[in-house]
């Protein structure tokens, strides 16, 4: 049941003909965890907040850096040197101060990956690296939670939902594991407003699987900012994917 004030709050949602009491109350008891809090993740996370997401996890290890505050919109100048995670909480609890958050100050990593997804109902993969995104893809096929994951990079940006318990393929079908890793996009560059898109696309997605409104299972939306044009492809399992190959992509 929810509070007046949660109706108040959520107003503009529940008027929608798609959403109502029932997919607000599954927003409100979801825990949904956000991995990588640079621009992507302060996106997804402000959405998710502001949506009502009950319990939001937030995983980062890193610090806020000056070059940060270019994308990166929870952060503030005075919070340069301090942990990410931890500020990001502070931003969105001050958004929204009826979800719970947790902030996490740590690096995914292969030892710890299975014990950050546990529980969740949704995973955003928020991160700027193959060796996180392999990690967080696996551990969330293991467990059979959905993975939202995004990425982007200049003026391009690509976004992918994957469900375990479905036929698609997974992360490593698009990117095997021998790929070469792309140097950060501080280096390559990348504007800001983008990874907004991309991030609050994730957010998007992430309500709509939580909400049981998701039907584009292993589709890989692209986004070209020079056209300002989306684009889909469907993404078959890999005969070559190791993950496929074990079967943890398909025995769930
Ligand atoms: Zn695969």
Redesign the pocket.
């Known amino acids: 049941m929810l509070t007046d004030h949660e109706y108040l709050r959520y107003g503009a949602s529940l008027c929608l003909d798609t959403f109502g009491e029932e997919q607000q109350m599954t927003l409100k008891c979801a825990r949904v965890t956000v991995i990588g809090l640079g621009g992507l993740g302060c996106a997804a996370s402000q959405y998710l907040a502001a949506a009502g997401a009950g319990t939001l996890v937030l995983v980062d290890d890193d610090t806020v850096q000056l070059s940060n505050l270019q994308r990166q919109v929870l952060y503030t100048s005075e919070q340069i040197g301090a942990e990410k995670a931890h500020n990001a909480a502070k931003a969105l609890s001050q958004l929204n101060n009826t979800i719970a958050i947790q902030a996490k100050t740590l690096r995914v990593n292969k030892d710890n990956a299975q014990e950050l997804v546990a529980g969740s109902d949704v995973v955003l993969d928020c991160t700027d690296n193959l060796t996180s995104r392999w990690i967080i893809n696996k551990a969330c096929y293991q467990a059979g939670i959905p993975l939202v994951t995004g990425a982007a990079e200049g003026l391009h940006g690509q976004l992918m939902s994957l469900k375990p318990a479905e036929q698609h393929?997974?992360?490593?079908?698009l990117y095997p594991p021998d790929t070469e890793e792309r140097p950060a996009c501080e280096r390559t560059g990348v504007w800001g407003p983008l990874v907004g898109i991309i991030g609050t696309s994730q957010a998007f997605q992430a309500i709509r699987v939580l909400t049981g409104q998701h039907s584009d299972w292993g589709v890989l939306h692209t986004f070209d900012g020079a056209r300002m044009t989306w684009s889909q492809f469907y993404l078959p399992?890999?005969a070559h994917?190791s993950?496929?190959q074990e079967g943890v992509?398909k025995s769930q």
């Not at 393929?169 to 079908?173: D, E, K, R, V």
């Open positions: 393929g997974c992360y490593a079908c399992a890999s994917c993950h496929c992509c």
